[in-house]
């Protein structure tokens, strides 16, 4: 039974570029949700598909967008990169935004440079 | 205000001692969850333990059990027979069923380090 996967592992990118980061959930998950965790810092939330629709949001600005395909699959999308965006992207799975689940892949490091 | 107070930035522990990891919540939501998360330098995120708010009885899991005292909000994991590889960074996370949606709010994390 695969857990969280995501990918790439790591990525560098240069400043003002765009990434597109890549999350399969859990086996029998239906619910994405992405965070940022910059270095010495906790994970903060950036947002939760389900169904394909984004359901809730954090303090993030417009630049952070996502998607979710049928197969409840995601991605990150981040625009016109910014040194700041450089952290661990995590993604986390569940079955529902209430599950008492709550499974994370190995994460994607970001550098910009 | 923070939601998530975990005062400990390090720990260290003897290998074979038991440890524990102090987080205290602020929620007025009746419905939340509390979840303790393992992060070890490689930095997945690794699901470690669950306390429902409510939940009877305190969690366990194996070696690790969460110490859950509602009226004091506090919810403290507690490794036993500590092992060499439980060094990592703990971060103890709340989800609130009504207030938040379901996001998870973590702590700022404690550095365990156990020494042999």
């Known amino acids: 039974d695969a857990g969280v996967t995501q990918s790439p592992t790591h990525l560098i990118k240069t400043r003002g570029q765009q990434v597109t980061l890549r999350c399969s959930p859990k086996s029998g998950h239906d619910t994405v949700s992405w965070y940022q965790q910059a270095l010495g810092q906790e994970p903060q939330f950036i947002f939760q598909y389900y169904e394909e629709e984004e359901r809730q949001r954090g303090n993030f600005p417009d630049r952070f967008s996502g998607h979710q395909f049928p197969n409840y699959s995601s991605e990150l999308n981040v625009n016109a990169l910014l040194l700041g965006d450089s952290a661990l992207y995590l993604c986390a799975s569940s079955l529902g935004s209430q599950n008492t689940e709550a499974f994370f892949g190995q994460g994607t490091r970001l550098t910009v440079v | ?116």
């Open chain 2, 1 to 116: 205000a923070q939601k998530i107070t975990q005062t400990q930035p390090g720990m260290f522990v003897q290998e074979k001692e038991a440890v524990t990891l102090d987080c205290t919540y602020d929620t007025s939501d009746p419905s939340y969850g509390l979840f303790w998360y393992k992060q070890p330098s490689s930095g997945e995120m690794i699901f470690l333990i669950y306390q429902g708010s409510y939940d009877q009885q305190n969690a366990t899991e194996g070696r690790y059990s969460l110490n859950f005292q509602k009226a004091r909000k506090s919810a403290n994991l507690v490794i036993s027979a500590s092992q060499l590889g439980d060094s990592a960074m703990y971060f103890c996370a709340m989800r609130e069923v009504y207030n938040q949606g379901g996001k998870l709010i973590f702590g700022q994390g404690t550095e365990l380090s156990v020494k042999p």
